[in-house]
């Protein structure tokens, strides 16, 4: 009776089905939702936030689409590269600086329904120690576009932290 037991459990444990149901995470304005998006995606955003703050510039290039935007902070017009440009352009925003260091407090992948890409909202905060020896101290929120694991659009945030 007991090996007829262990038998009918074994085989119900491989009989189930196990399926991924899609929670909704939040809604447009449009009406439509949105699902939690990959680990995968969440991870690319993250190693990106820190890749940018060690001027870790290759591994930057090798996650950027062919061409990539970038919103700044402060407003102003949005800037679209080439991939070849990505380099100068962050050695650029670094030259103020000796160093920048970055923690991140938390990252939500999101897809809207509908799409073929991924945003992840990385929230973090950002320590700049300048050339003359001045620190900035911010709190930034960066909205990272991925499409088939590349970064394609950088929306981002910031404010002075006390």
Known sequence: MKNFL???SVGLLLSCETTQMETSAGYHMDG???ILGSDEDNQIAMDL??????KNV????????DSVTYAPPTGGISM??????VRDVVMQLHSP?????RTIWNSVPLIRKGTDFTRVTVAFSEKRFLKDGTQENLRIIDRIFIRDGKIFRVNQW???ME
């Open 49 to 54: 936030v820190i890749a940018y703050a060690e």
């Open 158 to 160: 910031d404010a002075e």
């Open 6 to 8: 262990l038998f009918l």
């Open 58 to 65: 290759d591994y930057m290039v090798e996650m950027m689409a």
């Open 80 to 85: 679209t590269m080439s991939n070849d440009q």
């Open 97 to 101: 600086y000796d160093s920048i260091q």
């Open 32 to 34: 439509s939702s949105y």
